[in-house]
């Protein structure tokens, strides 16, 4: 049974601490088996937000995979940007920055998709995309393979196009090849998941929204995901829950649950 909470695009230094405690209460109601950071933990690499961004993964005490995020590199201070772009990161959450996490139920493979020259948009290189290939083929039949960038891999809204990973279309395509369910992502504070088309294995996008910051986008409240895989769900099935914060009952609510099933079973979506 597995429980894997995706947070998003938190911004600490633009936290809300009523968003923050009531995360907190969320993650100590579920107990996850783990704690997916999908990038701009900080909203400008300072170190003080680093320390806060930390202290609030701390107290939550979920083994924790980490991504950085274009907001997670030092933007004015070129120097570093340069020659240290991810010191600061690695100083509060480890210089490895393509973390797995693998259970009997989970494979989860991180992709730094950010780039030192690049300000917003991100890209993965083709040895990337082999290297995270190569690491899915290896998963077992039980577990469920999910791959987290930053950037997303699908988009919904005219708008956004301009922020898909450059590179994606390549990515996807192999990464259904090798037998990957689910790609994760942020970056453009909306929670949504869809279906990818055309490719060998079905496969589906899973963005979430921001998680504590007030940098939220019209209609999108803050939000995170919470999947259910294992014996946390029905056999083959994995449960993509929707939660947002509501600023009357100051903590976050379920406002939507996808189920999603992988190649195991049907290769269906449906919203309940």
């Known amino acids: 049974m597995s429980v894997l909470l995706q947070i998003s695009d938190p911004h600490f230094g633009t936290e809300q601490a009523e968003v923050v405690e009531a995360l ?10 783990v704690l997916v950071l999908s990038g701009d933990i900080t909203q400008r690499a300072r170190p003080s937000q680093f320390a806060a961004a930390r202290a609030f993964t701390d107290r939550l005490g979920v083994p924790l995979l980490s991504l950085a995020g274009n907001h997670d590199i030092p933007l004015l201070d070129l120097k570093q940007r340069l020659f240290h772009p ?3 990161y ?4 480890g210089a490895e920055l393509e973390p797995v996490h693998a259970s009997a139920d989970l494979l989860v493979l991180g992709v730094n998709t950010t780039r030192w020259y690049r300000h917003k948009n991100g890209e993965v290189s083709r040895a990337q995309i082999e290297r995270v290939a190569s690491r899915l083929g290896s998963a077992t039949p039980g577990q469920l393979r999910v791959v987290v960038v930053h950037q997303p891999v699908a988009v919904l809204m005219p708008e956004d196009r301009h922020d898909l990973l450059r ?14 369910d689910l790609v994760m992502g942020g970056h453009i504070h909306l929670p949504y998941v ?8 079905p ?19 803050n939000s995170v995901n919470l999947l259910r895989w294992g014996g946390a769900a ?7 829950e929707q939660w947002d914060f509501s600023a009357s009952a100051k903590a976050f609510v379920r406002s939507r649950v996808t189920e999603v099933h992988p190649a195991r079973g049907s290769a269906a979506a449906r919203e309940r």
């Open 24 to 33: 907190e209460l969320l993650s100590q109601q579920h107990q996850p088996t």
């Open 90 to 93: 690695s100083a509060a959450f």
């Open 86 to 88: 991810y010191a600061r």
């Open 203 to 221: 496969m589906w996008a899973v963005q979430a929204g921001t998680a504590v910051s007030k940098r939220v986008r019209d209609g999108a409240p």
């Open 234 to 240: 029905a056999p083959g099935c994995c449960l993509i």
């Open 194 to 201: 869809v279906a990818l088309a055309g490719l060998a294995h």
């Open 167 to 180: 590179g994606h279309a390549g990515a996807l395509k192999r990464w259904a090849e090798a037998g990957c």
